[in-house]
């Protein structure tokens, strides 16, 4: 269906992909819960809440700035370039909706990527509320460019607060045939519940991940491999 400026609708989407940080681990970023997750001592499921950032601001943009000084020195791997290649082969017909903060499905050519958690790369402030890209000469806790406060965070979304794009995600849920869950432990809501969303809606429900996740069993099929294998497998 098409709109009348000719644009379709989140109601056309074939497919909608769930991305989570196992499909960047094979480019070198860490995942937020498998072995060896500790940053500085410190849990990062700790330091990624609101909590964290009350109590320790200084703290809590190291980790962010560390994290953006990693994504510079990665690549996007065959699973994100896979997926770039969905998209292009099915244009609207792919909704592709990450849990990550990188940039790493836009660099291997996916151009509609909605990012529910937020991204690395912008900042949000929290008095004048607007939201500017973190460049390069945004490190610490600067100033926002936009009122001159010392109120910019990172623009995520951590624990409490409610993750973009949800009315657009239910919608692409609903209109779909098929909910793809890729390198994401299930441990998470909402993104956790997308399984039972499709398949009250009575879609098919594929997950491909390295490990049995939290709700593997709920999935039609289930698949266990490294997304680089996994992903183009299925997609080509
Ligand atoms: C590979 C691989 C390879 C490795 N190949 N695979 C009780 C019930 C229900 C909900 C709640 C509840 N109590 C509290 C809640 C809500 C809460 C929640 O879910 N808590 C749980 C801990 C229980 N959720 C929220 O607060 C959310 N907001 C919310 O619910 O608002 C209400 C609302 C919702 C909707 C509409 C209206 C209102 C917000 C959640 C925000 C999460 N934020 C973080 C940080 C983001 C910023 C940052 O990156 O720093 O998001 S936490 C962290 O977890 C991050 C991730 O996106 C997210 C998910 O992690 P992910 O991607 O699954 O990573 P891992 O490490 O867990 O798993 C990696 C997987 O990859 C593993 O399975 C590996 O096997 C696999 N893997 N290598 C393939 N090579």
């Known amino acids: 269906m098409r709109t009348a400026s000719g644009r379709r609708r989140a109601s056309d989407v074939r497919i909608v992909v769930l991305t989570g940080a196992g499909v960047s681990a094979e480019s070198g970023l860490a995942t937020f819960r498998d072995a060896g997750g500790l940053w500085e001592g410190h849990d990062p499921m700790v330091v990624a809440t ?22 510079a020195s990665v690549r996007p791997n065959a699973a994100h370039e896979a997926l770039a290649r969905l998209e292009a082969a099915l244009g609207r017909d792919l909704y592709l909706v990450t849990q990550n903060i990188d940039d790493l499905h836009e660099r291997a050519g996916s151009t509609r990527v909605h990012h529910m958690h937020g991204r690395l790369r ?18 610490g806790r600067p100033p926002c460019p936009g009122c001159g406060s010392a109120s910019l965070r990172p623009d995520v979304v951590w624990f409490g607060e409610v993750p973009y794009d949800m009315d657009a995600i239910e919608e692409a849920l609903w209109a779909c045939d098929l909910f793809v869950s890729i390198g994401t432990s299930g441990l998470v809501y909402p993104a956790a519940a997308f399984v039972h969303h499709a398949i009250g809606h009575g879609k098919r429900t594929l997950e491909l991940n390295l490990d049995a996740s939290d709700g593997s069993s709920d999935f039609h099929e289930s698949r266990r491999g490294p997304a680089t294998a996994l992903v183009p497998a299925w997609v080509d």
Do not use: H, I, K
């Open 122 to 139: 912008a900042a949000w402030c929290t008095a004048c509320d607007e939201r500017v890209e973190w460049t390069q000469g945004l490190v």
């Open 50 to 71: 609101p909590e964290a950032f009350a109590e320790d601001p200084d703290l809590v943009q190291r980790f962010y700035d560390e994290r953006r000084q990693a994504l």
